[in-house]
């Protein structure tokens, strides 16, 4: 009994050993990070925006959100903060597809998906995606990350903050308050 023990230990050890190494195999090819956009805030400086024929953006100067063109308009800080809390930390969940002659049919195609490009101080792009509507899960959003081809699901529908409208982003100011250090005269 003592030398089937000793070869019952010895199998034991082995399968424990490959099992390991299965293990790191396969982290290997799975993605370090689920987190769509690897930015901070702070590090964004302009949002575009594009929908079909339709394109909306905005430009932070260092204080204050703005929208481009757009003078009228104050930004909403409630909508800014909603679009950086959900936006900047959506998650990919599952992989939809990893053919691009599908984009379309998952709304994430050239002509058929919204683009969002982030910009840093420079202007120069620091992150940009492709979002359409997922038929599948309405509280999901399908997402194309930059220059990939797969087609991932996000955790959070995010397609609606993505929005060309500019009264979306912005509302029209209200009036000066009038200043209470004048006296009317009679």
Do not use: C
């Amino acid at each position: 009994m003592g030398n089937n023990m000793k070869w019952l230990l010895i199998a034991f050890g082995i399968l424990l050993v490959l099992f390991g190494i299965n293990k790191m195999k396969q982290n290997q090819l799975t993605s370090k990070s689920d987190q769509v956009f690897d930015i901070e805030r702070e590090d964004v400086f302009q949002i575009n925006i594009l929908q079909g024929n339709d394109s909306i953006s905005l430009s932070f100067n260092g204080e204050s959100w703005a929208i481009d063109e757009i003078d009228t308009l104050q930004v909403k800080d409630t909508t800014m903060d909603q679009f950086f809390e959900t936006v900047i930390n959506v998650k990919r969940t599952s992989l939809v597809s990893k053919n691009a002659e599908k984009w379309d049919k998952f709304n994430v195609g050239d002509s058929t998906g919204t683009h969002l490009v982030l910009k840093d101080y420079n202007s120069e792009p620091i992150a940009n995606a492709v979002v359409g509507r997922s038929s599948a899960d309405w509280s999901a959003s399908n997402i194309r990350i930059g220059k990939e081809v797969e087609v991932y699901q996000t955790n959070e529908n995010i397609i609606y903050q993505l929005d060309t409208s500019p009264t979306y982003w912005g509302e029209v100011p209200p009036p000066p308050k009038p200043d209470s250090t004048s006296v009317d005269s009679l």
